[in-house]
């Protein structure tokens, strides 16, 4: 069984990236010759995503136009947070709304996405239907092109913890239900919050990757990367 549904997380201001951002959203900035967006979309795509829902808010007409001349097989529904920011767990409580009860993908495009993560999401959708529990796709930050993570998380057996020393990294991939949404009485919340929930009861669980993780945070980590030889 193939999940078919996800959420794109398009929404933020991209702050770090300045100047960049001032004038284009994040997910449309360009590796080569295509944009983070575009390399999400392809990607849940090529998963067997059929239904995928981007939410909007930091100049959000340029998603929005990008979304409707983009030629995909994929329904895409934009999510409006044009007058409220709902941060990401808010967001992705919005934007899911339309899938009900069935799972689905959270990715975030700040990852530079390629085909060779699609089977961890294979692997990731295994966890997930075996345990009916929230999976996080996680990477040794060794593995980070970018040296400055300090981590986020700790994975042993598949269980997801957090401490004062981290050694995995979020790749900005995940796999849940609403089930983990829908009791939070808030409009605007984190992940954070219900990730924690879940470390608390140790039902958070976690894949760990093995690629090589490429992470859009700054203007001077989009120039190195920009500069590596073999992207596309």
Excluded at 99 to 128: A, H, Q, R
Excluded at 138 to 144: I, M
Excluded at 167 to 185: A, E, H, K, S, V
Aim: hydrophobic share 40%; charged share 25%.
């Amino acid at each position: 069984m193939n999940v078919k549904h996800a959420m794109i997380l398009a929404a933020g201001l991209g702050t770090r990236m300045k100047p960049l951002t001032l004038k284009i959203p994040k997910p449309l900035i360009k590796i080569r010759s295509k944009s983070l967006l575009e390399r999400s979309i392809n990607l849940l795509e090529n998963y067997g995503v059929e239904q995928i829902t981007i939410n909007v808010h930091h100049l959000a007409a340029q998603v929005e136009k990008f979304v409707s001349n983009f030629k995909t097989k994929v329904k895409i529904i934009v999510s409006n947070e044009k007058d409220l920011l709902l941060d990401t767990g808010g967001g992705v409580k919005e934007g899911t709304r339309i899938f009900g009860k069935n799972p689905f993908f959270v990715l975030n495009p700040d990852t530079l996405w390629s085909n060779d993560y699609l089977s961890e999401m294979k692997s990731l959708e295994k966890i997930y239907f075996e345990s009916k529990k929230p999976c996080l796709l996680l990477v040794n930050k060794r593995l980070s092109f970018d040296p400055s993570f300090k981590g986020d998380f700790n994975l042993k057996n598949n269980i997801v913890s957090k401490n004062t020393e981290n050694n995995f990294i979020f790749t900005g991939l995940q796999l849940l239900d609403r089930n983990y949404l829908d009791p939070i009485d808030k409009k605007v919340f984190s992940m954070n919050e219900v990730w924690n929930n879940l470390i608390n009861n140790n039902k958070l669980l976690g894949l760990e990757s093995s690629q090589k993780f490429y992470h859009l945070n700054t203007e001077e980590m989009y120039n190195k990367i920009s500069n590596l030889d073999f992207i596309d």
